[in-house]
């Protein structure tokens, strides 16, 4: 029987309509989330995903700002819109939209953003507090949906043995140690698996819940799934598909038909980590203007 389909968007809109509630008490506070992002250059990929934030504020009623810089602009030139970021009163969270053209060092500038409005979860201080489980801290949004995905998929984590194939600093290791907390969404045994681990389809045959977040297309073939486990596919690739309207298709970094005829439930791609990204983003910035108040 083909696997149940975790719906990442319909997840998202349903909590969007709980942010909704909140940012309604913030604002019958006298407060309004803002979120603001800035974007350096003219990378494609990049605006569609800052305008997608954008009309998510606009949708929820929070404030939203966009500072755009030409690809050019110097670190000092960005450092600046930083700290101007740091000191608005009407701005709750912020980001610096990634990559960043070569002649701007990207530690210098992530490091320079306020620890209280680092929604995306780059700072020292938030990888820190996502660490030791410190509520406070600014979980990363993709892995944080990655984990909301689960929990209201009825995906049971504790106890669980979870693979994650991919060892970045923006999914797999903020993923490995939200999964790991104690409470509710925690309480997995994790194994970060990576390019060199040795017999990875073995490893991954292990998985009670697999999560792939290595960005290369369907690199997880479907005997590499142990059969019931849950799969999370957070990649999203590009193929030449001459078939296609747009002479591409979207894959994830799982072989998604393969799968499904093995595991219990699957996130497709697209409509699976996507929407719920941008969605966690939001939940951060709501999350800060609460701790603003407080």
């Known amino acids: ?30 407060v309004t989330p803002g979120l603001a992002v800035l ?15 954008g009309k998510a504020c606009e949708k929820l009623g929070m404030r939203s700002e966009t500072i755009t810089l030409p690809a050019d602009a110097t670190e000092a030139e960005v450092l600046e819109v930083v700290e101007r970021l740091n000191s608005d009163r009407d701005i709750h969270g912020y980001l610096v939209q990634l990559p960043l053209p070569d002649q701007i060092n990207e530690k210098r500038v992530l490091f320079s953003i306020k620890p209280e409005k680092d929604v995306d979860g780059f700072h020292p201080v938030n990888i820190g507090k996502v660490q030791i489980g410190d509520p406070t801290g600014f979980r990363p949004a993709t892995p944080y949906g990655v984990q909301q995905m689960l929990v209201r998929s009825g995906v049971e984590i504790c106890g669980a043995h979870v693979v994650i ?12 140690a939200l999964l790991l907390h104690k409470g509710e969404g925690g309480n997995a045994t994790v194994t970060v698996c990576h390019s060199r681990t040795k017999d990875l389809p ?25 059969p019931g486990a849950a799969v999370i596919d957070v990649g999203v690739n590009r193929v030449d598909d001459a078939s296609a309207k747009k002479g591409y298709r979207l894959v994830g970094d799982v072989d998604f038909e393969a799968a499904r005829e093995v595991a219990s439930a699957i996130s497709p791609v ?11 983003l939001l939940y951060n910035t709501v999350q800060a203007a609460r701790q603003w108040v407080g």
Request: no cysteine.
């Open 202 to 226: 073995g490893m991954t045959r292990q998985a009670d819940i697999l999560i792939a977040a290595i960005g290369s297309p369907e690199f997880v073939k479907g005997d590499w799934v142990k």
């Open 270 to 280: 697209p409509g699976g980590v996507g929407p719920m990204t941008i969605t966690m």
């Open 1 to 30: 029987m083909p696997a149940k389909i975790i719906d990442g968007k319909a997840i998202a809109e349903e909590m969007r309509a709980e942010l909704a509630t909140q940012i309604e008490e913030l604002k019958q506070q006298g």
């Open 165 to 176: 194939v991919g060892r970045s600093n923006i999914v797999g290791r903020p993923a490995a």
């Open 39 to 53: 974007l350096v250059g003219e990378d494609p990929a990049s605006q569609v995903y800052v305008r997608m934030k």
